[in-house]
């Protein structure tokens, strides 16, 4: 066993439980308690004492941020050379993380601005004294404080076997790497069990199903390219139980799981068509016709006729960059949309119709006006070739989420810090913003009309009630999870959550505890 909380040691004790005695746990005050923080507090920590500041610690939070929490990267300390070489090195890493090669064309903004944000970086995280404020948020509390976590680990492929010295369920052990990990979204079946895809090259895995009994992970395999496992990234299931995913076996399209004989069945637009692709989300129309966005759009596939039909975005690029879809639902009438997120423009698919249209998100306007004369000529003329390559007041619509019983559209705004709230009949559009600057990936909407959203840079879970505009953060107990995905399951009359933890290699469930049930542990405990 053990227990921790921020500025304190972790404390451990092994417990026999059949000797049914107490256990106490003591926690001691940490000096230095940096490598704890979830990431929201360390860009909270970022000085923001000038304009200038103002801009560095944005670029941090776009720029740094886009593939990963920035409690992995502000855990270490470097002077003003190092941080220019480590943005170097990312300013020709690509949106999945590849390096490209010194002569590959660079992130321009980071190129940019890279003096600058090395020094600010170094006079923040720097081996002298920190400019860096760290005030630890306040301890969960009332049904935060009430909910139960379990965290199911998915282990790594059989021909990738690293050794992790890390899982990120001590904190005090900072953010962990990712290496190993193969979880990306994650559903439950309707036994309970858990199933998830994986986006990462190997031999082995397109999507797995985890046991809940049990623990024990089964891993199911179609065949790729070069001899590798085709990948998946999105995932829902709908009515009757099947899993539904974006494959690519050497074009990409939609597999499906029967619940029963848990084969894969996997369907490929035909020719002339677009093929899934973009960072694919997948969801279901009431009607039970399945939506996934492609490279210029969004697919929508008739499980009965087998056919697909292809919407295609109106502006699918600009000057200053392409609009590869990102996320995309579908609402209650059965219509599409989907995110365009480098250029923050929505595209809705009309089905009755067949024609699409567009939304077109406002730009933060306190950064817009923060920006001089010389960076406005500088982004009017910069083309991003990677969508991970925001301006300081995009949006960056990423993946979105629909209430199935009212006509509200729910999207992340990750650059933004803000939920864009999208009546689906009128189309009139209001923003949210998030407590505390956070960022959103994903929203789940649940029967009582809540958003739920994954916030990928804070290890937490938000709820957010639209009837009164009220927040409850959800901390979850690990350290640098990363989730891209959020679902929420009531079949059995209980609320669920399920996240996947990206950079961790786990599936967290959030279940919850009423007061009724507390008071049922205490007597338990007392006998």
């Known amino acids: 066993m053990w227990a921790q909380a921020l500025t304190y040691s972790t404390a451990k004790a092994q417990v026999e439980l059949a000797a049914n005695k107490a256990q106490d746990l003591r926690l001691d005050p940490l000096k230095d308690f940096v490598r704890q923080l979830p990431g929201d507090l360390m860009l909270e920590a970022l000085p923001e004492t000038t304009e200038h ?9 776009n720029n740094c941020t886009g593939c990963h929490t920035p409690s992995y990267v502000l855990q270490h300390k470097f002077d003003e050379t190092g941080w220019s070489v480590i943005i170097d090195l990312m300013k020709h890493v690509n949106v999945s993380g590849i390096y490209q090669g010194e002569n590959s064309k660079p992130n321009g903004i980071l190129q940019f601005n890279q003096k600058d944000l090395a020094k600010y970086l170094a ?3 720097g081996p002298g004294a920190t400019s860096m404020k760290f005030e630890p948020a306040p301890r969960p509390s009332g049904e935060a404080a009430r909910v139960v976590f379990r965290e199911y680990d998915v282990p790594p492929d059989a021909d990738n076997t690293p050794v992790r010295q890390n899982d990120g369920h001590d904190w005090s052990l ?5 290496i190993g990990s193969l979880v990306h979204d994650a559903w439950s079946d309707l036994d309970g069990n858990l199933w998830f895809t994986s986006n990462v090259p190997n031999r082995h895995v397109t999507i797995g199903r985890v046991d809940t009994k049990t623990g024990a992970v089964k891993f199911f395999k ?7 496992a085709a990948n998946t990234h999105g995932m829902v299931r709908d009515k009757d139980g099947k899993r539904w995913v974006d494959v690519d076996p050497g074009r990409r399209g939609l597999g499906v799981v029967d619940p029963k004989t848990e084969k894969i069945a996997v369907h490929i637009p035909p020719a002339g068509m677009a093929p899934t692709g973009g960072a694919v989300t997948v969801d279901v129309d009431p009607q039970g016709n399945v939506w996934a966005s492609s490279p210029t759009g969004a697919l929508r596939f008739d499980p009965k006729t087998e056919k697909f039909t292809e919407f295609k975005s109106v502006t699918p690029k600009t000057a200053n960059g392409n609009g ?4 995309a639902a579908v609402d209650r009438d059965g219509n599409g949309w989907w995110a365009e997120m480098q250029i923050d423009i929505i595209g809705r698919g009309d089905v009755a119709t067949g024609q699409a249209s567009e939304i077109r998100l406002a730009p933060v306007e306190s950064e817009l006006k923060r920006a001089s004369a010389e960076e406005k000529k500088y982004y009017d003329g910069f083309a991003a070739h990677d969508f991970n390559a925001p301006f300081p007041w995009s949006q960056g619509p990423r993946r979105m989420g629909t209430d199935k019983n009212a006509d509200t559209l729910w999207i992340g705004n990750s650059w933004g810090g803000s939920l864009a709230k999208i009546n689906t009949k009128t189309l009139d559009v209001s923003y949210v913003p998030l407590p505390g600057g956070m960022q959103p990936y994903h929203i789940a909407v649940d029967s009582k009309h809540n958003a739920w959203l994954n916030v990928w840079t804070a290890d937490s879970i938000l709820r957010l009630d639209p009837s009164t505009n009220t927040w409850t953060r959800f901390d979850l107990p690990t350290r640098g999870t990363e989730a891209r995905y959020i679902s929420v399951t009531e079949h059995t009359g209980a609320l669920q959550v399920i996240v996947p933890l990206y950079r961790t290699s786990k599936i967290a469930v959030m279940s919850f505890r009423s007061e009724a049930d507390l008071a049922a542990l205490k007597a338990q405990a007392g006998r």
Do not use: H, I, W
């Not at 500041?53 to 939070?61: G, H, P, T």
């Not at 900072?174 to 990712?178: D, F, K, L, V």
């Not at 179609?222 to 590798?228: D, E, S, Y």
């Open 174 to 178: 900072g953010t962990p790497s990712r």
């Open 324 to 327: 590869v879809t990102y996320g």
């Open 53 to 61: 500041d103002k801009k560095m610690k944005r670029l941090v939070r």
């Open 123 to 125: 006079d923040a995280r």
């Open 222 to 228: 179609v065949p790729g390219a070069n001899g590798l």
